[in-house]
């Protein structure tokens, strides 16, 4: 069958417009679409698949909120973080874990990095990766680890963390990606390790708000519920019940665990608190989450900062 010449010109003429128009909407991922949008954008980089989302989940889902974009990245997959489970089958359970607790908390993006847990090196072919990755988000704010921590998954994703942060602005270090004009700033995730030096907060952000909704997103690792934290090892399992009343017990014995954790954050930094909100309001701060600045990146001065975790009011 001939198709007339007229049909072939409305097509020519009709489908790049369709095309025009659906790829401001549809045929454009997201994350490319809102790279312009005058929004921040965060990459957060923890060792496993739920340190993100205990140290900044948070703050996360608060940016989130806002409008801002977040990407969570595990630089491993986790496969041997269980009592009796491991290998691929664990990397997947935990990479579903991971993109549910995203869900939850509102963030853009969750990803795992093909890398075994327990295996993780501060090689030159990782950096790329960190570069690559904080490149490609078109980083604001940059976070991981310290990297003096009992894990070297931990603290190995510091140092990869340090690595980076002037490499990202370097036009010939991993060329196909374009660098970054602006520096990011490099942030760390709280801990309470003493040496060589103790973790000291820039930030303490109040997340009383977001409180049940991080409760809700942690909930999600059913692996490390059955497993680690309720253990407080790798050498048996006690499962989560099925029944909705074990199920809730286990919940709620979950939840006190972390409101504790999240409690002694916000007792520890009450002064930062105090500065940051004001005295009346950072003395009803039940909960929180803090984070230091990491003297390799770009130093923002205190009104900047607080511009950038704008959750302090005026």
């Known amino acids: 069958m001939k198709m007339g010449k007229n049909v072939l010109g409305i097509v020519g003429l009709v489908l790049p ?44 889902a608060m940016w989130a909120a806002q409008g801002h974009h977040v990407k969570f990245v595990s630089t491993t997959n986790g496969d041997i973080g269980h009592a009796v489970m491991a290998g691929g089958q664990l990397a997947k359970r935990r990479m579903t874990e991971v993109k549910e607790c995203a869900k939850i908390l509102g963030i853009d993006e969750s990803q795992v990095l093909d890398i075994h847990d327990g295996e993780l090196m501060p090689t030159l072919e990782n950096r790329k990766t960190f570069v690559r990755l904080i490149r490609e988000w078109k980083a604001d704010i940059v976070m991981a680890h310290r990297p003096n921590d009992y894990h070297p998954d931990h603290r190995y994703t510091g140092i990869l963390m340090q690595d980076a942060a002037f490499m990202v602005t370097v036009s010939f270090f991993c060329p ?117 600045l990491c003297e390799y990146g770009r130093q923002p001065s205190k009104d900047e900062l607080k511009k950038l975790f704008a959750f302090f009011g005026d």
């Open 17 to 60: 417009a369709l095309v025009l128009t659906l790829g401001l909407s549809g045929l454009v991922p997201a994350a490319q679409r809102d790279l312009d949008d005058g929004k921040l954008r965060i990459i957060v980089f923890g060792a496993h698949p739920d340190d993100c989302e205990h140290r900044a989940g948070g703050v996360a």
């Open 176 to 292: 196909d990606v374009p660098q970054l004009a602006k520096n990011p700033v490099f942030l760390y995730l709280s801990d309470n390790f003493q040496k060589p030096n103790p973790f000291e907060p820039d930030i303490v952000v109040a997340i009383d708000e977001v409180f049940e909704k991080k409760v809700d997103a942690l909930w999600s690792f059913q692996s490390q519920i059955e497993s680690l934290w309720t253990t407080g090892n790798f050498e048996k399992i006690v499962p989560v019940p099925k029944d909705p009343a074990g199920r809730e017990a286990r919940r709620r014995q979950m939840r006190n665990r972390f409101t504790r954790r999240w409690e002694a954050v916000a007792n520890q930094y009450r002064a930062k608190l105090d500065e940051l909100y004001g005295h009346e309001k950072g003395d009803k701060v039940k909960y929180a989450e803090a984070f230091e």
